[in-house]
């Protein structure tokens, strides 16, 4: 059985609706729609998503990073549909004002209800937290750039936390963060297909993310499947990324580290722990499988590897 069939199976077994729905419209000639259909269901009233979309944080109720998630979703299908309901419901979110903190002109990293349900440390809330680092303020951003009225409000607040997360990042830069440096990807890449390109030197920004990403990722094929870490695959899906100019090496040995550490069950393993004693991580940890497959299959079909 090959690699992609033993991957197959193991998620027609476990996998969510949406993520069997993901998997049928990059593999199998799916539908949109279906995945679509599947990720309102993670959709709450005032337009934020819960019901953990991010799956190592439980909570129900809409937060910014289960929202980042879904806009996540979105772009891999790079969805362009901006009177789509789920979209309007998004900007609703974002307007709203809710888990935004307007000192700091960011959207909260963790929300309080956060506590309330099973969840990873890392998801814990804590009032007068860490710095918030524009995770995931930076790709929330970039999202109301790319489908708010440009007429409205919300387009103008979004403009401002993009100079603003620019500023801060360009002082900070380069980072070592692969979080962050994401966020901040996302952010440039829908200026640049928005347009929206005056608010902050696109080419500088490039440059430093470059930079940035080839920082966060450890290279040393020893390590990875050791630990939590960085990986190629984190910032080059294919050799059209412009990441591959920094990381094209270590790109392409991950398509054999992907080839060789499938597990029988033709899964790959979950390379962290919750550090909680919440049991409902091993109901995360399958659904965690079932993101590495569908990235994992895509990764290597889009390096000719299948």
Known sequence: MTVFEKARNYLYRNATPLQLAKWKLFFENGSEEDVLTALSSYQNEDGGFGHGLEADCLNPNSSPIQTWAATEILGMM????????????????????????????????????NNDYPHAIWWEYAEGGDEFKYNPTAALAGFI????????????????IAKSAAEWFFANSPLNEQHIVGCFTALFNMCFIAGKTD????????????????????????EWGTAYLTVPQDFVMSRESPFY????????????????SQEEDG?????????????????????????FIIKNMLYLRNFGKL
Not at 78 to 100: A, N, Q, R, W
Not at 267 to 291: G, H, L
């Open 199 to 222: 608010l902050f030197d696109m080419q500088l920004m490039g440059e430093r993310l470059l930079i940035s990403a080839k920082n966060s990722v450890c290279c040393d094929p020893e």
């Open 78 to 113: 790079m969805f362009k549909d901006g009177s789509h309901p789920i979209v309007k419901g998004i900007l609703k979110y974002l307007e709203s004002g809710t888990d935004f903190d307007n000192d700091k002109m960011q959207w909260l990293n963790t929300v309080p209800t």
């Open 267 to 291: 899964s790959y393993p979950v390379p962290w722990q919750w550090y909680t004693d919440y049991r409902e991580f091993e109901v995360s940890k399958v659904r965690w499988k079932c993101e």
């Open 245 to 260: 100019s920094v990381l094209g090496e270590a790109a392409e040995k991950y398509c054999d580290f992907l080839l060789g």
């Open 145 to 160: 750039l790319l489908f708010a009225d440009k007429d409205s409000a919300l387009y103008q607040k979004g403009c401002d």
